[in-house]
T-cell receptor, first 117, second 113 residues
Framework: ETGVTQSPTHLIKTRGQQVTLRCSSQSGHNTVSWYQQALGQGPQFIFQYYREEENGRGNFPPRFSGLQFPNYSSELNVNALELDDSALYLC????????????????FGDGTRLSIL | AQSVTQLDSQVPVFEEAPVELRCNYSSSVSVYLFWYVQYPNQGLQLLLKYLSGSTLVKGINGFEAEFNKSQTSFHLRKPSVHISDTAEYFCAVSIFGNEKLTFGTGTRLTIIP
C-alpha cells in the first residue's frame, strides 16, 4: 500500500511568483486535505477536495486554490506569493463515503517546505 | 468555531519518567479529539483519537489520553518515556469526524537521558 507522497520536498520562490505543490493520495483514498504549517505553529486547514470538488475551506484568501484529479491526486496553487506564505505544506488523504464526517483515519504526507525570499 | 490550547510549548522529561501533555479545547458543539506526533522533517502521525464511547483512549507507542467534557480537556499521558519519544505533539479537534482539523500550537517533548 503506497502512502501519501508530496512533491517537491523543498522549494524556493520569490515574492509575487506562483507555485504549484503536488500530492498523490494513498491508494483507495478519495479525499484530500491541505494544511499550512508555519514555523513553530500547528497546521492550519486550507481546504479539502472530495471527488474533484472543493468540500470545505479554511480562512485562506482566494489566491490559494486547488485541484483534484480523477485519480484523486491533488494540486495546491498559490498565486502572488508573500513572505508569510513560507511554511511547510501538508497533504492528507482519507476515504469518505459521502464527503461528510468520516470515521476513517487521515494519512499525512511528509510535506513540501516552501521558502519565499 | 473551535479552538485548541496547548499551554506548554516545551516539556523536558527524564528518560523512564512519566509525562503529561496538556490540551484544552473550546467548541459550542460536540467535537472529535486527536493527538498527533511529528518527528523532525516528517508529516503528522496519529497517536490516538476520541470519537465517542469510553473517555479513556489508548493509542500507539504506549500513549493514552482521557477526555474530560466538564473541563474541556484531552490530556495525553505516558507512564514511562523513551528517548525515541522526542518529538512535537499536536492536539487537534474537529466537528467533521477525522477531517478538517483545528490544531493547537504544539508541545515539544524533550527526553533527557
Amino acid at each position: 500500500e503506497t502512502g501519501v507522497t508530496q512533491s517537491p520536498t523543498h522549494l524556493i520562490k520569490t515574492r509575487g511568483q506562483q507555485v504549484t505543490l503536488r500530492c498523490s493520495s494513498q491508494s483507495g483514498h478519495n479525499t484530500v486535505s491541505w494544511y499550512q504549517q508555519a514555523l513553530g505553529q500547528g497546521p492550519q486547514f486550507i481546504f479539502q477536495y472530495y471527488r474533484e470538488e472543493e468540500n470545505g475551506r479554511g480562512n485562506f484568501p482566494p489566491r490559494f486554490s486547488g485541484l483534484q484529479f480523477p485519480n484523486y491526486s491533488s494540486e495546491l496553487n498559490v498565486n502572488a506569493l508573500e513572505l508569510d506564505d513560507s511554511a511547510l505544506y501538508l497533504c492528507a488523504s482519507s476515504l469518505s463515503a459521502t464527503g461528510g464526517p468520516s470515521n476513517q483515519p487521515q494519512h499525512f504526507g511528509d510535506g513540501t517546505r516552501l521558502s519565499i525570499l | 468555531a473551535q479552538s485548541v490550547t496547548q499551554l506548554d510549548s516545551q516539556v523536558p522529561v527524564f528518560e523512564e519518567a512519566p509525562v503529561e501533555l496538556r490540551c484544552n479545547y473550546s467548541s459550542s458543539v460536540s467535537v472529535y479529539l486527536f493527538w498527533y506526533v511529528q518527528y523532525p522533517n516528517q508529516g503528522l502521525q496519529l497517536l490516538l483519537k476520541y470519537l465517542s464511547g469510553s473517555t479513556l483512549v489508548k493509542g500507539i507507542n504506549g500513549f493514552e489520553a482521557e477526555f474530560n467534557k466538564s473541563q474541556t480537556s484531552f490530556h495525553l499521558r505516558k507512564p514511562s518515556v523513551h528517548i525515541s519519544d522526542t518529538a512535537e505533539y499536536f492536539c487537534a479537534v474537529s466537528i467533521f469526524g477525522n477531517e478538517k482539523l483545528t490544531f493547537g500550537t504544539g508541545t515539544r517533548l524533550t527526553i533527557i537521558p
